[in-house]
T-cell receptor
Framework: GQQLNQSPQSMFIQEGEDVSMNCTSS?????WLWYKQDPGEGPVLLIA?????ELTSNGRLTAQFGITRKDSFLNISASIPSDVGIYFC?????????????FGKGTHLIIQP | NAGVTQTPKFQVLKTGQSMTLQCAQD?????MYWYRQDPGMGLRLIYY???????DKGEVPNGYNVSRLNKREFSLRLESAAPSQTSVYFC?????????????FGPGTRLTVL
């Protein structure tokens, strides 16, 4: 089946630093999604990408849809304490007509005071 | 606006017991989904429903059944719980499709099977 590989698995940074994480796929995706999950909550959509090469921002977050359609990147600028959480990339499950998403294992962002 | 609600929030079962997880959305969405999340893992799709009266298997459907009771409600049933089903279960909904519309998640049900 499809596999999404996220890296890094976890990041320990200081407040104010910029963050970069990425996701690669074993197959081509037509959509890339980035979600954030706070402790004890369900994931929340941050950014959706629908076109190869697309660069989209949401406040301090910027995500890119890789040209090969097999990767995507998420950057967070000037991190703040509320950025702490788990960031997941996701894409459509394959299989003609099937719905639902497949998720990476997540990047755990920890901000040190 | 409650969004997606799930009950119960926590549940402990013994092996072999059955239970139903409830999910409801008040956004008039057509599609609803059940995912499970295991420690250190991303979410994996169990079942989904594209419309009232239809359901389809996802990546990990074995050991589960679902019912799309009406447009608002989508339940997940474990007929004979096993320790391997210990997980956090998330319900989600989308206006039409998860890949083209925002998918909204509930707060999760934390299930432990002893």
């Amino acid at each position: 089946g499809q596999q999404l590989n996220q890296s890094p698995q976890s990041m320990f940074i200081q407040e104010g630093e910029d963050v970069s994480m990425n996701c690669t796929s074993s197959s081509i995706f037509n959509t890339w999604l980035w979600y954030k999950q706070d402790p004890g909550e369900g994931p929340v959509l941050l950014i959706a990408l629908y076109k190869a090469g697309e660069l989209t921002s949401n406040g301090r977050l910027t995500a890119q849809f890789g040209i090969t359609r097999k990767d995507s990147f998420l950057n967070i600028s000037a991190s703040i304490p509320s950025d702490v959480g788990i960031y997941f990339c996701a894409g459509p499950l394959s299989g003609g007509g099937a719905d639902g998403l497949t998720f990476g294992k997540g990047t755990h962002l920890i901000i040190q005071p | 606006n409650a969004g997606v609600t799930q009950t119960p929030k926590f549940q402990v079962l013994k092996t072999g017991q059955s239970m139903t997880l409830q999910c409801a959305q008040d956004m008039n969405h057509n599609s609803m989904y059940w995912y499970r999340q295991d420690p250190g893992m991303g979410l994996r799709l169990i079942y989904y429903s594209a419309s009232e009266g239809t359901t389809d298997k996802g990546e990990v459907p074995n050991g589960y059944n679902v019912s799309r009771l009406n447009k608002r409600e989508f339940s997940l049933r474990l007929e004979s719980a096993a320790p391997s089903q210990t997980s956090v279960y998330f319900c989600a909904s989308s206006p039409v499709r998860a890949s083209t519309d925002t998918q909204y998640f509930g707060p999760g049900t934390r299930l432990t099977v002893l």
